[in-house]
């Protein structure tokens, strides 16, 4: 959609001044001669010092000034992407000429390049209303509606810049995803028939395709439209993201660590997202395949700078190099000295290698995480139980209990009861 409004936006300021004095009075504002001149000289001056061009427009505005001014300095602004002075230059506009056509569909330009669709409804209508053209304005008004989820005004408006231009591509793909926003994919996968034979090299229409075939449960289908995306199409990092996904779920997860890898190649990929795979894989049952994944050094996580040594401790132990996986987990509480993930993976090696005193103090710290308090809890007891300290044992039970009521450790207690009361 930038694509399509950055030009508007880029002959917007040189156009700004001629119109004034062709459009009809009520729709554009008046200049007076001198305006004109302050005009023309900026938008002569913007193609070789944009800055210049706007800091000198931009004296020439006040509350007296032709909204002609207001509106090219909008322009110029928006053209230079400081969206937000354009949203302010646009308004003091329109607030001197609320009946300026051009200013409401350029105010509606720039809400949407800046992210605000929801804000951009109204300028269009306000647009529409006093004449802009329709094929135009409609084709804006309905991309703000499946921006803002709002399927079938988004199916409506698309319908209509069709009636006008039977063969948009682009309104036809609005309508396509619209329609699969409302769950019609049979509705939708003509559509995107046509455009992929008429537009093979469109990366875009193919991943559409490829969602048509997920949400009908096939998708070994949506990979031949995903592949077929990739190789037709320059490989964007979404496209091999998506094969990666359902090579995945087809447990074909080697081909899966290869699309995951060639993305992460591609374009920047979080280290977050890239450890939440290699999880994922482990979670499979595939460490050497979350290894390779994340084999390589990896930029930090500020967010949650322990999850990459976790996940390389889970992948040590898998290999059974408990040394490893303890100097991995040494270095998530390096990075976070209350990871709770981290004080529990710790306190079972330490349990396992006949460290339970150790392993018991490890557990306290966990307990003071909120997020894992419960777990920790259960672990102490399950170690006080291997030391004979039933009452410490039931003790730590009872209060993980007090927190969240489980029947299967309400019958491990009472085993423990039970246990206690044959040694008295």
Same mark, same amino acid.
């Not at 007076?32 to 210049?52: M, Y």
């Not at 005004?153 to 609005?174: F, H, I, M, W």
């Not at 979670?283 to 996940?311: C, Q, T, Y």
């Not at 390096?334 to 349990?351: F, I, K, N, V």
């Given at each position: 959609m930038v694509g399509i409004l950055m030009p508007v936006l880029l002959c917007a300021a040189s156009a700004?001044? !001629?119109?004034?004095?062709?459009?009809?009075? @009520?729709?554009?504002? #008046?200049?007076?001669?001198?305006?004109?001149?302050?005009?023309?000289?900026?938008?002569?001056? %913007?193609?070789?010092?944009?800055?210049? &061009?706007?800091?000198?427009?931009?004296?020439? *505005?006040?509350?007296? !000034?032709?909204?002609?001014l207001d %509106?090219?300095?909008?322009?110029?602004?928006?053209?230079?992407?400081? %969206?937000?002075? !354009?949203?302010?230059? /646009?308004?003091?506009?329109?607030?001197?000429? #609320?009946? %300026?056509? +051009?200013?409401?569909?350029?105010?509606? +330009? =720039?809400?949407?390049?800046?992210g605000r669709t929801e804000n951009a409804v109204d300028p269009l209508r306000r647009a529409l209303k006093l004449g802009a053209e329709r094929s135009e304005a409609v084709k804006l008004l309905a991309y703000c509606h499946v921006a803002n989820g709002d399927a079938v005004? @988004?199916?409506?408006?698309?319908?209509?810049?069709? =009636?006008?231009?039977?063969?948009? +591509?682009?309104? *036809?793909?609005?309508l396509a995803r619209s329609l699969l926003m409302q769950e019609r994919a049979d509705d939708a996968a003509p559509l995107l028939r046509v455009l992929c034979e008429k537009t093979p090299g469109r990366a875009e229409y193919w991943q559409l395709r490829a969602n048509i075939e997920m949400a009908r449960g096939k998708n070994r289908r949506a990979i031949t439209m995903l592949e077929c995306a990739r190789r037709l199409c320059k490989a964007n990092q979404q496209v091999l993201l998506a094969l990666g996904d359902l090579y995945f779920n087809e447990r074909l997860y080697e081909k899966a660590v290869s699309h995951y890898s060639e993305a992460s190649t591609s374009g920047k990929l979080s280290t977050a997202r890239l450890v939440r795979y290699a999880g994922a894989l482990l $979670?499979?049952?595939?460490?050497?395949?979350?290894?390779?994944?994340?084999?390589?050094?990896?930029? @930090?996580?500020?967010?949650?700078? $322990?999850?990459?040594?976790?996940?390389r401790a889970k992948i040590a132990l898998a290999r059974r190099d408990g040394k490893s996986a303890r100097n991995h987990l040494d @270095?998530?509480?390096?990075?976070?000295?209350?990871?709770?993930?981290?004080?529990?993976? /710790?306190?079972?090696?330490?349990?396992?290698?006949?460290?339970?005193?150790? &392993?018991? /103090? #490890?557990?306290?710290?966990?307990?003071? =995480?909120?997020?894992?308090?419960?777990?920790?809890?259960?672990e102490i007891a399950q170690i006080r139980v291997d030391r004979s300290q039933y009452q410490k044992a039931l003790d730590a039970l009872a209060q993980a209990q007090s927190m969240r009521f489980d029947p299967r450790v309400a019958r491990y207690a009472e085993q423990i009861r039970k246990a206690r009361a044959s040694l008295e």
């Open positions: 700004a001044h !001629a119109s004034e004095r062709s459009g009809p009075p @009520a729709l554009e504002p #008046t200049v007076t001669r001198e305006e004109a001149g302050h005009l023309a000289a900026a938008s002569s001056l %913007f193609e070789k010092d944009p800055g210049a &061009a706007i800091k000198q427009l931009r004296a020439q *505005t006040g509350p007296k !000034a032709s909204a002609a %509106f090219a300095l909008g322009a110029m602004l928006a053209k230079g992407k400081r %969206f937000a002075e !354009a949203e302010k230059a /646009l308004e003091t506009a329109l607030g001197k000429l #609320t009946s %300026f056509r +051009r200013a409401w569909l350029l105010m509606a +330009r =720039v809400r949407i390049l800046r005004a @988004a199916e409506s408006a698309y319908r209509q810049v069709l =009636v006008l231009e039977p063969r948009d +591509r682009e309104a *036809t793909a609005g $979670d499979a049952g595939r460490p050497l395949l979350a290894e390779k994944l994340i084999g390589r050094k990896l930029p @930090a996580d500020r967010k949650h700078p $322990d999850r990459i040594h976790l996940v @270095a998530a509480l390096r990075a976070r000295p209350m990871s709770g993930d981290a004080l529990l993976m /710790l306190a079972r090696l330490q349990r396992d290698g006949g460290e339970s005193e150790r &392993a018991l /103090l #490890t557990l306290e710290r966990a307990s003071r =995480v909120k997020s894992h308090k419960r777990r920790a809890l259960l």
